[in-house]
């Protein structure tokens, strides 16, 4: 059983309020993602990191930033919350390895609702 | 680019009967296939994934994949649905240059009793 646990889990806020998701997992993994989920849709990637200070920007654009000053550790933070930022956050971590392709371990989620 | 295609958004099927949730992907290089399955509420639970070899893979929970590179599909099957099984299911590819994953839209599955 996969640990990765992101809290809140579910956040309803007022506009322009700042607001920060945690993520932590405790296996190790050096790679750490944020997805975005639209209800009913698909999961986009908004960030990823490949370690302790990496940060990289995913396929969709996302006005919230990243940190990892820890390896455990992958928040996200929204400055100013806005009602288009209403949707389900998604985290996620895998192990480096020299496999091929390393499968990535889901947290259960942040539903964010923004008035 | 990678892409994946889920094409039917939701399925209904009775319990007890057979299910095959359809995956196409469009990706340059030997794809690297996964299915994940989301109860209401809850984050993606891995059902099973393809990197190479048999092109039929097992899983949990009683669910199989079939790899099929000239039809780039990869199916899900099971072949007796139970209720518990209704959920949301994702099929997607990874891309082994920075261990990314795209995701299809998903199949909704709803289970009749």
């Known amino acids: 059983e996969a640990d990765i646990y992101q809290t809140p889990r579910y956040l309803v806020i007022g506009t322009g309020k700042k607001i920060t998701l945690e993520c932590s997992q405790t296996m190790g993994h050096d790679k750490m993602y944020w997805y975005q989920q639209d209800p009913g849709m698909e999961l986009h990637l908004i960030h990823y990191?490949?370690?302790?200070?990496?940060?990289e920007k995913g396929d969709l654009s996302s006005e919230s930033t990243v940190s990892r000053i820890r390896t455990e550790h992958f928040p996200l933070t929204l400055e100013s919350a806005r009602p288009s930022h209403t949707s389900q956050y998604l985290c996620a971590s895998s192990q480096s390895s020299e496999r091929a392709f390393d499968e990535q371990f889901f947290g259960p989620g942040t539903r964010l609702t923004v008035l | 680019a990678q892409s994946v295609t889920q094409p039917d958004i939701h399925i209904t099927v009775s319990e007890g009967a057979s299910l095959e949730l359809r995956c196409n992907y469009s990706?340059?290089?030997?794809?690297?296939l996964f299915w994940y399955v989301q109860s209401p509420g809850q984050g993606l639970q891995l059902l099973l994934k393809?990197?190479?070899?048999?092109?039929l893979v097992q899983g949990i929970k009683g669910f199989e994949a079939e790899f099929k590179r000239s039809q780039s599909s990869f199916n899900l099957r099971k072949p007796s649905v139970h209720w518990s099984d209704a959920a949301e299911y994702f099929c997607?590819?990874?891309?082994?240059?920075?261990?990314?994953?795209?995701f299809g839209g998903g199949t909704r599955l709803m289970v009749k009793p």
């Open positions: 990191s490949y370690g302790v200070n990496s940060t």
């Open positions: 997607a590819v990874g891309d082994n240059a920075g261990n990314m994953l795209t």
């Open positions: 990706y340059g290089a030997t794809p690297y």
């Open positions: 393809y990197f190479s070899g048999d092109t």
